[in-house]
Every structure is written in C-alpha cells, then in structure tokens.
C-alpha cells in the first residue's frame, strides 16, 4: 500500500502541487492521471523524497528513506535515460546489481523479461526512446520489488511495445504487487488501469475506480473533470483511494 498525505510542493510563490492526499492500493495497477503541467511528476519526485516539500508517503507504513531494502520495495522510473551512454545495457544493470546486493543472474532475468536479451551488450547512447524505456523498466524491476512506479513508460512505444507493457504491468499487479503508473490520456490508459488519481493545476479532482471515473466524466464533460481545481475531490465507488476536505 503505498500513502500519501499532504503533499505539497512550492517554488517561492508558486505552489506546483497542493495537499495531495490519496492511497495506492496492492493487486492493482492505478493511473496517476492529469494533463501536462498538472504536477504528476513533481508529486512522484515527491514521494519518492527527491525533493523536498511538504507532507508524507509511506510504503507499507514505511517512507522510501526508511525502506531497509529499497531496490526489493520500490521500483520506479522517472528518466528514461538515466544511465552511463557509453556503458552497455547488461553492465549497467551489473552495477545496479552489485550496488543492491543482488545476484548477477538476476540480471539476465530482467533483460529477457522487458525483451532486450539481444540488445543487452550495446551500449544505450544509441538507443531509441523506446529501447530506452525498456532498459529503465529493467532497472526498476531487477529487486523483483513490491511496489512499481512509472512515469509516463509508454512515451516512445510503438502499439506492440505498448500491449507488451501492458500485458507485463497487469501480470504484475495480478502477483499482489502495487503498481502506479502517470499518464496524460485517458485512452491510454483505459486498457490498463483498474484505479485512477486524477490531477489538475496541482491538486487532486478524483480518486477511485477508473470505470467510475469515466461514466462521471461522460456525465459532466472529460474537460471539467480536469479543470474543476475549486471543487472538493471525489471518491468513486469501486476504489480504494480516499480524500477528506
């Protein structure tokens, strides 16, 4: 389960999110949803505590600074290129491996399970976003962790890459695990999702079940559910999340 209370996040007198409080529950794969700009990626920076702001996140009551074992409780993506260009793909993963205490054979796991056993010794300089996307899941996935964070992991994915991942996070949560992944369309994640947080202008719209959500949004218009920032956040039936004004 991962909890989030109250964050919030200013730059001087701009505030970017604003008393976020909403839940992530296990067996699930949630959508983080909002337009560009609405502070999806602030608030996972924020719970994540790589930046400094306002309120808390737990993960199973703990937060991420806390976890005794990071790389096997959290696995998350927020750069899709954060690794050495020059640096192949395997070794980039021995290092994350060494570093978290992990068996080299792990990382050949993880590099057939996102597809990129044929690529594992070029160096990523070159590769498309899509194959870099793939490498990043890889090193958020290679402690086999409880809770799987993503921001935004089907930019630069053709359609099959995207029922690839699709088809690979649905596996994941159906094992038990807590899986939240941000995106800016709802389309997109319609056939993955079965939760939704939605935000706007930093602050929390909705949080429940994402069926729910879009018979709402259908009922009102998909863009008031975006943009009504002044009006109290919803619970849907059918989800887990809860906000209390």
């Not at 502070?39 to 703990?62: A, I, S």
């Not at 690529?119 to 958020?140: C, E, K, N, V």
């Not at 994402?210 to 002044?230: C, Q």
Request: one cysteine or more; a negative charge; proline letters at 4%.
């Amino acid at each position: 389960m991962i909890s989030c209370r109250h964050l919030t996040k200013r730059y001087g007198t701009r505030i970017a999110v604003q008393d976020l409080t909403f839940d992530v529950r296990p067996g699930a794969v949630t959508a983080f949803l909002g337009p560009n700009g609405a502070g999806k990626t602030t608030t996972l920076r924020l719970m994540l505590e790589l930046d400094h702001g306002e309120g808390v996140t737990t993960f199973d009551g703990q937060r991420f600074t806390e976890l005794a074992d990071p790389i096997g409780s959290v696995g998350a993506v927020l750069e899709t290129r954060a690794w050495h260009p020059g640096r192949t793909a395997r070794n980039h993963l021995r290092m994350l491996a060494i570093g978290g205490g992990l068996p080299e054979e792990r990382v050949d796991d993880v590099l057939e399970l996102v597809g990129m056993k044929d690529a594992a010794d070029r160096r990523p300089g070159g590769f498309s976003l899509g194959m870099a996307q793939r490498l990043s899941l890889a090193a958020a996935l290679l402690g086999d962790p409880g809770t799987i964070i993503l921001d935004e992991p089907e930019n630069g994915l053709d359609p099959q890459g995207i029922h690839w991942l699709r088809t690979l996070l649905r596996g994941l949560a159906a094992e038990g695990r807590t899986v939240l992944v941000s995106s800016h369309q709802l389309a997109g994640v319609q056939a993955l999702a079965d939760d939704v947080v939605v935000i706007g202008r930093g602050r929390v719209l909705a949080v429940g079940g994402l069926p729910e959500f879009i018979a709402e949004s259908k009922a009102s218009g998909l863009e008031d559910a975006y943009l009504r920032v002044t009006e109290p956040a919803v619970e849907f039936a059918g989800g887990s999340g809860e906000h209390r004004d």
